[in-house]
């Protein structure tokens, strides 16, 4: 098998997400795939990717939900140490640099860039404001996804460093859109903190090449 070598390779789990980074794929060195949602298809989509290309380092970007109450949608996250529900760890690669192009961008665009702390990566999505409380209760992470776990994880096995980017789309005390009536305003809001969250992640990949030059 030929090894296609690059500098970076970004993946997310949504194409709605890996299209913030459109830009980043026509640049050389960079590669940007979605490798699905959920915990197995991340780890599996990108141990396939590790096979085809040889990156110096991986990024992990997309949408969270958040479990702390300071977080707002929009916001961007960087987390230093991805966790299970069940205890698991693995450490993130952090970059005061990186760090300090998320602020100037957050602040540049309203919102704030959260650095450190936990993200927890769970199976099935907290989609109410009390699992998200119990979540928070046993992971002490202040975001939640269901993959940079498992990216982490298969990066740490082939001996890449791996960073997380999220940016946040559902607070901690709303509800997943679901048919509830409760959930219905978090419904109607949805489609606008998608688009407002993917504009965020492309906004700071932008910067990127310029922290990798």
Do not use: N, Y
């Not at 949608?73 to 230093?80: A, E």
């Not at 665009?109 to 099935?124: K, L, N, P, T």
Request: glycine share 8%; net charge positive.
């Amino acid at each position: 098998m030929v090894l296609r070598l690059v500098t970076v390779l970004v993946v997310t789990a949504l194409r709605f997400e890996r299209a913030a980074f459109r830009h980043l794929a026509r640049r050389p060195g960079w590669v940007v795939r979605a490798t699905g949602v959920g915990p197995a298809r991340a780890g599996d989509g990108l141990m396939q990717l590790l096979d085809a290309v040889r990156p110096a380092l991986v990024v992990g970007a997309g949408v969270c939900g958040g479990l702390d109450a300071a977080l707002s949608s929009g916001d961007l996250v960087l987390p230093s140490e991805a966790v299970t529900p069940d205890g698991e760890r693995e450490p993130l690669a952090m970059d005061a640099a990186f760090a300090d192009i998320a602020r100037r961008i957050a602040g540049a665009h309203g919102v704030r860039a959260h650095i450190g702390g936990r993200m927890v990566s769970v199976e099935r999505i907290a989609s109410t404001p009390a699992d998200k409380r119990e979540l928070a209760r046993l992971s002490g992470a202040c975001a939640v996804d269901q993959e940079t776990f498992a990216w982490a994880r298969a990066s740490r096995a082939a001996g890449i460093p791996f960073f997380a980017v999220r940016a946040v789309l559902d607070e901690a005390q709303e509800p997943i859109a679901s048919w509830h009536p409760s959930a219905w305003p978090s419904a109607l809001r949805l489609p606008a903190r998608a688009l407002r969250a993917r504009r965020m992640l492309r906004e700071f990949g932008r910067e990127w090449p310029c922290w990798r030059s």
